[in-house]
């Protein structure tokens, strides 16, 4: 997928390493491509479908904590709201993707004592995606070289399967297909983002973050067939409030400050 999702990037941006800075190419390169590595191993070390679903929601902490930076480094101010909107953003992430299924506190404590290290690495994918939008923004100064980060992580990538036991992939007309949409989608996905990053609002952008999982619940649900659980619906419920009130959080202290 990074594969696809490089060479279609290259042939619209071109292989131009010398135009970026070099904070910005290897450090921010190499914070994309470990959060891409650390969140597959992840998912790979997930021992159930439940670990899976809540290695996901630990992942999508990654909004709350780039929220967090612009706040502690003083880029935003916020109010107490800010606290409590978060933790609903977070509980709302966690019903989406649990549905119905929801497990209780001390079920999620027993699966992070039996497998700690899928949970630590997906924990440090959630730290390393926020700090690598902040880095982006930071060290980026406009400049797009999502395409090379792209290279870097699928080689990364062919590296790790060459040096496994892994048997070789098997292509065929529908895996092939699937991986080419999953590219295109993928290079448009991150080109997004980072064009985001550098030019738009952080912290509105990591808000309006938190909806992806209800974005992929929606698609998985039109896609299959499937009627959202009640859960779900309760999640979305949760997320939007949240959400909201991180806006106001932020808002109120923008205006006091005016």
Request: aromatic share 14%; with cysteine.
């Amino acid at each position: 997928m990074f594969s696809v999702s490089a060479i279609l990037s290259l042939g619209f941006l071109g292989f131009r390493i010398k135009k970026y800075t070099p904070v910005y190419l290897w450090v921010c390169g190499g914070l994309f491509a470990a959060y891409e590595i650390c969140l597959s191993l992840a998912l790979g070390l997930a021992q159930s479908r439940e670990q899976s679903l809540e290695l996901g929601m630990i992942n999508y902490l990654w909004p709350s904590m780039t929220i967090l930076y612009t706040v502690l480094t003083g880029r935003e101010r916020a109010s107490w709201l800010l606290a409590p909107a978060m933790l609903m953003c977070v509980v709302g992430i966690y019903m989406v993707m649990m549905g119905d299924g929801i497990s209780s506190i001390d079920a999620l404590w027993q699966n992070i004592r039996e497998n700690p290290m899928a949970y630590s690495v997906a924990l440090g994918a959630a730290f390393l995606w926020a700090t690598y939008s902040i880095m982006s923004r930071e060290y980026g100064q406009g400049q797009n070289a999502v395409h090379l980060f792209f290279v870097m992580t699928a080689s990364i990538f062919w590296i790790q399967h060459s040096l496994s036991d892994e048997p070789s992939i098997q292509f065929h007309l529908q895996a092939s297909l699937q991986v080419l949409c999953l590219g295109v989608v993928c290079a448009v996905a991150y080109a997004c983002w980072n064009y985001g990053v550098q030019r738009g609002n952080l912290t509105l952008l990591a808000m309006a973050s938190y909806f992806s999982p209800i974005l992929a619940m929606l698609f998985g649900a039109a896609w299959l067939g499937f009627i959202p659980s009640s859960g779900a619906i309760y999640g979305v419920v949760l997320v939007t409030a949240g959400s909201i009130l991180c806006w106001l959080s932020i808002r109120m202290k923008q205006q006091k400050g005016a």
